[in-house]
């Protein structure tokens, strides 16, 4: 069974092979529209400043138990150490832990 004269790539008459598709003496496509605008038309900021505040928001709400939890640990630690440190070189701490060097 031969193929049909579509499928050869071709218009014209049967055996007149007229090349690829898209070149130079094949058929024009029909039905392909192609819509433009002008450069100085062309916005390509807008909506930008909205759409990155609420995609932060729905980013950061959606992972806040990942980093919120490590970094309240974190914290809280470096809290106490800082504490740990004043009472350690202060007076009293001097004199309470003094001898354990």
């Known amino acids: 069974m031969r193929p049909s004269q579509i499928l050869r790539g071709g218009g014209g008459k049967p055996g007149n092979y007229l090349?690829?598709?898209g070149a130079l003496g094949s058929l024009p496509q029909k039905g392909i529209v192609h819509y433009g605008l002008a450069q100085n038309r062309q916005n390509p900021l807008?909506?930008?400043l909205s759409a990155?505040?609420?995609n932060t928001f729905r980013?950061?709400?959606g992972q806040i138990l990942?980093?919120?939890v490590p970094l309240l640990i974190a914290y809280e630690t470096m809290q106490w150490?800082?504490?740990?440190n004043?009472?350690?070189n202060s007076k009293e701490g001097?004199?309470?832990y003094g001898d354990e060097e």
């Open 81 to 84: 150490a800082i504490e740990k």
């Open 66 to 68: 990942y980093w919120g």
């Open 46 to 48: 807008a909506g930008t």
């Open 86 to 88: 004043e009472f350690v």
């Open 19 to 21: 090349g690829p598709w």
């Open 94 to 96: 001097r004199a309470l």
């Open 52 to 54: 990155a505040i609420f």
């Open 59 to 61: 980013r950061t709400r």
